[in-house]
């Protein structure tokens, strides 16, 4: 079996014996995607690069971090992804460009996950199932997902309660997975 | 102030945890049960998955980061970790534990050759020359072990508590070369050790002497065990225990 038709689980056992073919097959999978998402997050093409060049990195150096029973490959890159990126975000480095940049783009406000959902085939049903989230849970998923916001900090600005907050990112999770597996989206 | 969150508690925060929406000391706590907890992290996973569909188009990753990601896994070999505990063959353990009586030898020996190989480190010979890890049998025990884990054809067979609480997760390869993973065992005084058995028929057969703090772990297993468990005995081990099992797990 060639690498190109490996699944997730041998890529990254080939991976752990220093299988850089391996390692440039995932990088080929999954690089346009977790790009993508650094580049949403930190709205900063250097930094998301750097953010992607760690995470790839670390999949070489520690593939045993991967539990293929836990999920798939992208969306265990696109955790790491995202938890590097939200570290940037809160760093104060990254808090100041961030503030430069947000001064110039004033046009710009808030995020809207309905026309981020972008997935090839499955597009139109994640958007569908998006936009049927009540309008509570979703505004509080897109705060803390592509905002990068603490719980805390999505409180104060929907001007909710903190815990209410947090219950509502974990019902709305939920709620998208039962709607996914209900259209036929398989999520593992 | 760090503090210990019950698994309610916990569970109340995965969904934020999951979307890396908690900072400072609430994440620590939260990680700290997740660790733990199979449960929690089952959830955390499905959070996560979910999360992915959510994450914007796909876009053509940089021009030339790729050649600068190869060019720095020639550059810099993974760090080095401080070495888990070896499994100590029995019959070395034994005479470091002082004398035991004949029959007790008799029957270590006897158990020495049902088993063939009590306790050997198992290492890939598919390793990378220079590698730091190479000249780290410890942290290449490690690697090889998780390899193992993610290997589509290894058996995985879960050892845990009566209360679920405690668990320790072995692979078997179809070699029979089996690993311990990974464990939440609790640490043990200097005078006591985990020590690993293949259950064969009605028999517990010593697999090795885990000691005070279980880590990867390689071994052999017997191809006619049909689960494994792990005592706690006096440090050294023993030939053969009585004690009930801390952990123990059939194979499917």
Redesign the interface.
Same mark, same amino acid.
């Given at each position: 079996m060639s690498l190109s038709d490996a699944?997730d *689980?041998?890529l990254?056992?080939a991976i752990?014996?220093?299988r850089?073919d391996a390692? *440039?097959e995932a990088?080929r999978r999954h *690089?346009? *995607?977790? #790009?993508?998402?650094a580049?949403?997050l930190l709205n900063d093409?250097e930094l998301a690069?750097e953010v992607?060049?760690e995470v #790839?990195?670390r999949l070489?150096?520690?593939?045993?971090? #991967?539990?293929?029973?836990?999920? %798939?490959l992208? %969306?265990?890159l696109?955790?790491q992804v @995202?938890?590097r990126s939200?570290d940037l975000l809160?760093s104060e480095t990254s808090r100041r460009r961030r503030e430069e940049r947000e001064a110039r783009e004033t046009a710009e406000h808030g995020v809207d996950?309905e026309r981020?959902?972008?997935?090839l085939t499955?597009a139109s049903q994640?958007k569908e199932v998006?936009a049927g989230l009540p309008s509570d849970e979703r505004k509080a998923?897109e705060l803390?997902?592509f905002g990068? @916001?603490?719980?805390r900090q999505?409180a104060v600005l929907l001007d909710q309660p903190e815990g209410t907050?947090?219950?509502r990112?974990? %019902?709305?999770?939920?709620r998208?997975?039962q709607d996914?597996v209900d259209v036929g989206?398989g999520? %593992? | 102030m760090s503090r210990e969150l019950t698994h309610d508690e916990a569970a &109340?925060?995965? &969904?934020?945890y999951?979307?890396? $929406?908690?900072?400072g000391d609430e994440r620590a706590e939260v990680e700290r049960h997740v660790r733990d907890c199979r449960a929690c992290?089952?959830e955390v996973?499905?959070?996560?998955?979910?999360? $992915?569909?959510? $994450? +914007? $188009?796909?876009? /053509?990753?940089?021009e030339g980061?790729?050649d600068?990601?190869?060019s720095?896994?020639e550059e810099?070999p993974?760090?080095l970790q401080m070495p888990p505990a070896p499994v100590v063959p029995i019959e070395r353990a034994r005479r470091r534990a002082g004398p035991l009586g004949v029959a007790a030898a008799v029957a270590a020996v006897a158990a020495a050759a049902v088993i063939g190989v009590l306790g050997v480190k198992v290492v890939?010979d598919?390793?990378?020359p220079g590698?730091l890890a190479a000249a780290d049998p410890a942290r290449e025990l !490690?690697?090889?072990?998780?390899?193992a884990?993610? !290997? +589509?054809t290894a058996r /995985?067979i879960e050892l845990v508590s009566a209360d679920r609480r405690l668990r320790a997760d072995t692979v078997v390869l179809p070699d029979g070369t089996g690993y311990l993973v990974s464990s939440n065992l609790p640490e043990l005084g200097p005078d006591r050790t985990y020590q690993l058995w293949a259950l064969v028929g009605s028999s517990k057969i010593s697999v090795g002497v885990l000691g005070t703090k279980p880590g990867p772990t390689g071994f052999k297993a017997a191809a006619d065990a049909w689960g494994f468990a792990i005592t706690q005995e006096a440090a050294g081990g023993v030939v053969a225990t009585e004690n009930a099992p801390v952990v123990v797990g059939r194979r499917a």
């Open positions: 699944g *689980a041998a990254v056992v752990g014996r220093w850089q390692l *440039a990088y *690089a346009g *995607a977790a #790009f993508a998402l580049r949403r093409r690069e992607l060049q #790839f990195l070489w150096n520690e593939p045993e971090r #991967f539990d293929p029973e836990r999920g %798939s992208r %969306s265990y696109l955790a @995202h938890g939200v809160r996950i981020e959902v972008i997935d499955v994640v998006v998923i803390a997902y990068g @916001h603490t719980y999505v907050v947090k219950s990112i974990r %019902s709305g999770l939920r998208l997975r996914l989206v999520v %593992s | &109340g925060f995965l &969904g934020v999951a979307l890396d $929406a908690l900072d992290q089952d996973s499905e959070h996560r998955e979910v999360a $992915a569909y959510l $994450a +914007p $188009a796909s876009t /053509r990753a940089p980061l790729w600068r990601i190869a720095s896994l810099t993974p760090p890939d598919e390793r990378r590698d !490690d690697r090889t072990a998780r390899a884990a993610a !290997d +589509p /995985r």
